[in-house]
């Protein structure tokens, strides 16, 4: 047993275990995580999602928001991308070669899909865990 549930153990045996909790933490989609699980998803060939998601730029130690970033708040480079009405080129015979079970004739997705679905699940969380040193002791259960 570590330190740290010897006193978790001590603080719920003293002031009982219905007044003692411990704190839970909520990991959320970040834009360039979001963009690389939507790219998948989407089928976008992997140097595709690597490439646009090594565009966000990372502001204090965060990644802007891939909603800022259709807007024109970040690399122009993004918001081309975003307007661009098809896949380009170099792209197409990316997911063609790469991909020999795809239909040709199977609907391609486009950046501004992508990106669009990527604005609406953007700070979803994705999992959760227990704080490392996180303890609430409450005078009510």
């Not at 998601?53 to 122009?76: D, E, F, N, R």
């Amino acid at each position: 047993v570590d330190g740290r549930e010897k006193v978790i153990k001590y603080v719920s045996e003293k002031y009982g275990s219905n007044f003692v909790a411990q704190i839970i933490t909520f990991n959320t989609l970040s834009s360039k995580q979001v963009l690389r699980d939507v790219g998948r998803v989407l089928s976008v060939p992997l140097q595709e999602t690597g490439r646009v998601s090594k565009m966000v730029p990372v502001v204090q130690a965060k990644p802007m928001k891939v909603s800022s970033l259709v807007t024109g708040a970040g690399p122009k480079e993004f918001l081309d991308l975003y307007q661009l009405d098809d896949i380009p080129e170099e792209s197409k015979d990316i997911i063609y070669h790469d991909d020999p079970d795809r239909d040709e004739d199977e609907e391609m997705w486009t950046h501004k899909e992508w990106f669009d679905i990527s604005v609406n699940i953007e700070g979803v969380s994705k999992s959760f865990g227990l704080h490392a040193a996180g303890v609430v002791i409450s005078s009510r259960p």
